[in-house]
């Protein structure tokens, strides 16, 4: 099984450390801060747990993930990998030079994925002397549930890459879609605008946020309303998001909310500060 490491041990890092343990492969779960690498062992056992409970897996295989899983402060496990996948903050730069890094602590044949929501990754690949290894592995929230990974290709990803990452993905149980290096990919360049609009639709006095997630549930048959999603996505993310969709086409289309700046300048980011457009 191939070695994998895993850059952020956020929501969504600790849910792309799952999976592949899970599917048997060794992974090193990595973070700067230990608080954080605590939580997200407790979130693992806690996943698996529930998976027990509900029959989806055996206590042995659920004890077997866990073998497989180490979390460290140490980037030089990235030095035996053979997959690297990155779920850090939404910030290019930062990227940037974790991917350089990355590149010279990783052997040769090593293929370095970015989880990102919406950044290049021919931005992210070119900070690297292997571009044609570099590749998004966009997984979706809650990472174990949610089937989709976008899998993106950037200018230079090759082929045996792109192939290579696609069945990783089959084989965690996953149905990866491929597209190409666009700003916002295929989901959020959908998604985003929705929940943008929605909130334009608040901050215009249209419907509250209960009658538009109504709507949006009862007459288009969403399972959440696009409200409940944004909080549940992070209002921070949505807004960093739609920055990115505004510099990236230029159009004025995908301008952000006043209303949504202003909830992030407060601080209300939804579900992980205990209030957005709901309170938790």
Known sequence: MTPIVVVGAGTMGNGIAQVFAQAGHPVALRDLDTPI??????????????????????????DAALGRLTLTKDLDAAGKAGLVVEAILEDESAKRTLFSSLDALCPPEAILASNTSSISITAIGAATKRPDKVIGMHFMNPVPLMTLVEVIRGQATSDETTSRVVALCRALGKTPVEVN??????????????????????????ATPEAIDEVMKLGMNHPMGPLTLADFIGLDVCLAILEVLQAGFGDPKYRPCPLLKRMVAAGWLGRKSGRGFYRY
Request: proline content about 4%; charged content about 30%.
């Open 37 to 62: 690498l605590d939580r997200a062992r407790a979130a693992i056992e806690k996943s698996l747990g529930k998976l027990v409970e509900k029959g989806k897996l055996s206590s042995g295989d659920r």
């Open 181 to 206: 290096d666009y700003p916002g990919f295929v989901s959020n360049r959908v998604l985003m605008p929705m929940i943008n609009e929605a909130i334009f639709a608040v901050y215009e006095g249209v």
